[in-house]
């Protein structure tokens, strides 16, 4: 993909707060996170590669340089995906999915069905409704040149890309130890009848009760971090290794 796509886009980041700073991650950033783990989920998705690029670039619509923070005047905090403008939001999802589209017609059912499933559950305004049919539409219209399998596969895929995505937030949003179930995935991680338990072994090591995973691997996210007034105070890494 050419980075420079989405370079001038709004982009929007994570927001990890702490008592006197903000914890920045990159919305791309977390999504790779996801796809690692989808692709080490023990059953794999069918077909496997179109489900597991769906996952890590769910969130491409907001890559590019994150040069600058974007302030929310009003609650006096950096602008999150969580109250990003409605309009600028919906306007991302809408360009984010049609380059998908343009790169893997799969993966771009996938994305659509988890950003409609999304605005169904949480939206409220004429906005978030108008874009939830246009992604209907869109999905009706690529489920008509889909296999036998990409059809039967599709809730059970999207299932996997909800549940990724919620454990990429749920290490991004807290500090190691904390178990807080991120927005929005209040109700905790569930995926095939099963509930998964997210337990920090150490500050760094993570596993899932019960264990759905291959083998152990290790995840790094980057982030940045900012004071109550928006200055960079430093970036880093959040790196855990994912446990059996």
């Not at 496997?48 to 974007?70: L, Q, T």
């Not at 771009?108 to 305004?125: I, Q």
């Not at 997210?198 to 291959?214: G, I, K």
Request: aromatic share 12%.
């Amino acid at each position: 993909m050419d980075d420079g796509y989405f370079a001038d886009k709004l982009n929007l980041m994570i927001v990890r707060e702490r008592p006197d700073s903000f914890v920045l991650v990159r919305q791309h950033d977390h999504a790779l996170v996801s796809g690692e783990f989808a692709r080490h989920w023990t059953e794999s998705p069918r077909p496997y590669e179109p489900a597991v690029f769906a996952v890590k670039n769910h969130d491409v619509a907001w890559k590019g340089p994150d040069s600058s923070v974007r302030w929310n005047d009003e609650s006096d905090r950096p602008y999150s995906f969580v109250d990003c403008p409605v309009e600028e939001k919906v306007a991302a999802y809408a360009e984010g999915l049609d380059w998908l589209e343009s790169e893997d017609a799969y993966a771009a059912c996938l994305c659509s069905m988890h950003y409609e499933r999304l605005m169904r559950e949480f939206g409220r305004s004429d906005t978030d409704t108008r874009f939830a049919g246009a992604e209907s539409r869109r999905q009706e219209r690529l489920r008509q040149d889909m296999s036998q399998e990409e059809l039967d596969n599709l809730e059970r895929n999207l299932g996997l890309l909800r549940l990724c995505d919620g454990l990429s937030l749920f290490v991004c949003l807290n500090e190691p130890g904390s178990s807080g179930y991120p927005s929005p995935y209040p109700g905790g991680f569930r995926f095939d009848g099963e509930t998964f338990e997210p337990v920090w072994e150490d500050s760094d090591a993570l596993r899932l009760d019960p264990n759905p995973f291959s083998g152990p691997f290790g995840v790094s996210i980057p982030y940045e971090e900012v004071d109550p007034a928006g200055k960079p105070m430093g970036s880093g890494w959040i790196n855990v290794r994912v446990i059996l």
